[in-house]
Structures are given as C-alpha cells and as structure tokens.
C-alpha cells in the first residue's frame, strides 16, 4: 500500500552530514517532499540558492531552526544578537519558511541567575516579534527539556510555552517534540490546552535507555515512548499539521549513511503521519 507522507518532514540534522542540495535531493529519493531547514545548512548554500532549489524541487518547509543564541554576557552582544535574530527571521521568510525555533542559550557564562535570564528572553521575544509580523512569519517557541537549561535553552516545559502564547498572541506558537517533553505530566493537558491552532510541527525520535550521551536520541520505536499514545491525542484534538523526525545521534544515525537513516526513518514514521483508523 503507498504511503502517504503528504504531512512528513525529515528535519535536516537527523541527516548531519548532508548539505543543502544533498538533504533535498536526499529527501525527494525517499518520497519526502518536506525538508526542516538548518540555519548554518542554508547559509553555507545560499539564501537565493535555497529559495530556489527548495521551490524547483516542489518541498516544503514545516519550520526554520533556530535563532542564535542570546545569552551574551555584554550589552553590545545582546543587541547584536538580536539584530543577527532580525535578519534570520527575514531569511527565513524568504526562502518560505512559516516560522523560525527560537532557541535561547543557557544562562549566560558565569552566571546563576536562569529567572533574570528567562526574563531577558521574555524581553527578547517582545522585540522579536515586530520582525516577524512585518515579514509574515510566526515564532515557535519549541520547550527543551530540562537538562538542556543550564547550556542551551531556558524554555522547558509546555506550560511555559502556553502562557507566552497566551501573552504575546499567535504570532507564537509551539514546536513539540516528544524527546524533551514526554516525561512531563503535564504534556498531555498542555496539548490539549494549547488544541489544533498553537501547534506549528510535532517532532518525532524516541528516548533511549540507557541514554548515553547528550545527542543519542533513538530512532522511533527504539526506545520507550509511546508515540501512538502521543498520535491518537492530537487526532483527538483535531490536530492537522505536519510531523517532522529529528534526530541528534552522535553515536548511532549520524555515523550511518544518511540514506539508510532516512530510509528507516520513514518506515518507522509513516504509521504515525496519516490520520488513525477508529
């Protein structure tokens, strides 16, 4: 029976060594017409050659990652990295891409204070977001697991995610991945709460045990989520939207040919992209 992968994205770094052009020819060889686009990936190839490939090829794009880090320890930095922010967005968009991750850094080096950091970010995203409405494109705001905090990102749960929504509007909205958020008892609920509307992509992978070091994440089925759990909640809440695999796997996927990664990949996603059967 042919698969419908009319919702599926590979997200570039599940296919680490790939540039550009491999990544969307790569793609289109296993019938997967939509690509989650890497900032560094784009620029190393070119913003207009992007742009342009990506629409010659006929793919989609279901996010952008991720804004730079923003945990600079000197004003100058900050502002600098928030005008580097600005001009991701306006890339972003212009190769067509309806929103950019924003990814925050830990908190900055040699400092403790994660709430003061959260609270700069918050001001962050409030100036961010005029770029983003003036080039017509929406923020996702993806919530990290908690390990992550202390180096790479300050947003960690989906609550989190959900009151800054409800504060800033639509123009935000959530990038869930079952690696960072399956183990909160609140996940569930806070889908619920967030419904069809808030979700922008939903990433796919699995969590090992033991997990053995920071970018070892399992290929769906290897590991212990319940991603049909997962599948048939969204369906519930009448979720539509696109469903992308991501994989960091230092030890694993990144090591093998990026085709049999993609290859396995989509076995093991389709049956968690079309709508379930009741």
Not at 99 to 126: C, Q, W, Y
Request: hydrophobic share 40%; net charge negative; aromatic share 10%.
């Amino acid at each position: 029976m042919e698969q419908d992968l009319s919702r599926f994205a590979i997200n570039q770094i599940t296919s680490k060594s790939w540039n550009m052009p491999e990544a969307i020819e790569g793609y289109r060889r296993h019938g997967v017409s939509g690509i989650a686009v890497w900032r560094d990936k784009m620029y190393d190839y070119g913003v207009k050659q992007t742009a342009r490939h990506l629409r010659d090829a006929g793919m989609w794009i279901p996010t952008f990652c991720a804004t730079a880090w923003m945990n600079q320890t000197d004003d100058a930095g900050f502002k600098a990295a928030l005008e580097e922010n600005r001009q991701v967005l306006r890339d972003a968009a212009e190769i067509g891409a309806p929103n950019v991750v924003f990814v925050t850094g830990g908190p900055p080096e040699g400092t403790k204070d994660i709430h003061g950091f959260r609270s700069r970010m918050h001001d962050a995203l409030g100036e961010l977001i005029v770029t983003a409405r003036d080039v017509g494109i929406k923020i996702g705001i993806e919530p990290i697991h908690p390990m992550y905090a202390g180096d790479r990102h300050v947003i960690n749960s989906m609550r989190q995610t959900n009151d800054l929504i409800d504060e800033f509007g639509d123009i935000l909205g959530i990038v869930a991945d079952v690696y960072h958020c399956w183990w909160d008892p609140e996940f569930e609920n806070e889908l619920r709460r967030a419904g069809p509307d808030r979700i922008l992509t939903f990433h796919y992978c699995d969590w090992l045990v033991p997990t053995r070091s920071w970018f070892d994440r399992g290929m769906v089925g290897d590991g212990i989520i319940d991603i049909a759990r997962y599948k048939r909640l969204l369906d519930g809440i009448g979720y539509t939207g696109p469903f992308e695999l991501e994989i960091f796997s230092d030890l694993d996927w990144w090591k093998r040919d990026p085709d049999e990664t993609v290859r396995i990949g989509v076995e093991r996603c389709a049956p968690f992209i079309g709508k379930v059967e009741k």
